[in-house]
T-cell receptor, first 111, second 116 residues
């Protein structure tokens, strides 16, 4: 069984702070990693994808991947109240035909 | 911006009834998926579909489930005889302008299914 583990939180940070979200995965052959944001009752919305070891930055978001440690993280800089949501880590299967999702980390940004 | 659409947004049915959930994937995508999310739980893969056939399916996707692409735009999930435990949010997703392997999947807004 392929596992994707996330701290469920809740994680609370003050507005303007850095939020750090972590994810580990069990399948060493996974090649594609994604962070989605999910508001309550809504569908997953893509934040970032990352395929190579290291950092990938997009605006206030930075994804970090370490395949040797089977670890992927998401940093949100200058957190805003609108960032309050559940963040889902997703890892693709070796065929790429399915994503394995973590249970999500609930983030609250306090104004 | 192109998006995946799903209908209906909500569906209430009686146990044992058949339901069909409909999806219109992003128009030039080649790979289609169904996921479900039981309330408070993780998003779970059901099935992937490419070139008019199932590519992969999970243990959840048993004989009660089927998928079809009846025309050039729609992608459907049928549950033949619904059970109480089928109550969940069902998400359609699509991907694949290239190989489709590990490419970003874009999710529709979901259909909330309630089986009574």
């Amino acid at each position: 069984q392929k596992e994707v583990e996330q701290n469920s939180g809740p994680l609370s940070v003050p507005e303007g702070a850095i939020a750090s979200l972590n994810c580990t995965y069990s399948d060493r052959v996974s090649q594609s990693f994604f962070w989605y944001r999910q508001y309550s009752g809504k569908s997953p919305e893509l934040i970032m994808s990352i395929y190579s070891n290291g950092d990938k930055e997009d605006g206030r978001f930075t994804a970090q991947l370490n395949k040797a440690s089977q670890y992927v993280s998401l940093l949100i800089r200058d957190s805003q109240p609108s960032d309050s949501a559940t963040y889902l880590c997703a890892v693709s299967s070796n065929t790429g035909n399915q994503f394995y999702f973590g249970t999500g980390t609930s983030l609250t940004v306090i104004p | 911006e192109p998006e995946v659409t799903q209908t209906p947004s909500h569906q209430v049915t009686q146990m044992g009834q058949e339901v069909i959930l409909r999806c219109v994937p992003i128009s030039n995508h080649l790979y289609f998926y169904w996921y479900r999310q039981i309330l408070g739980q993780k998003v779970e893969f059901l099935v992937s579909f490419y070139n008019n056939e199932i590519s992969e399916k999970s243990e959840i996707f048993d004989d009660q489930f089927s998928v079809e692409r009846p025309d050039g735009s729609n992608f459907t999930l049928k549950i033949r005889s619904t059970k109480l435990e089928d109550s969940a949010m069902y998400f359609c997703a699509s991907s694949g302008l290239g190989t489709g392997i590990g490419e970003t999947q874009y999710f529709g807004p979901g259909t909330r299914l309630l089986v009574l």
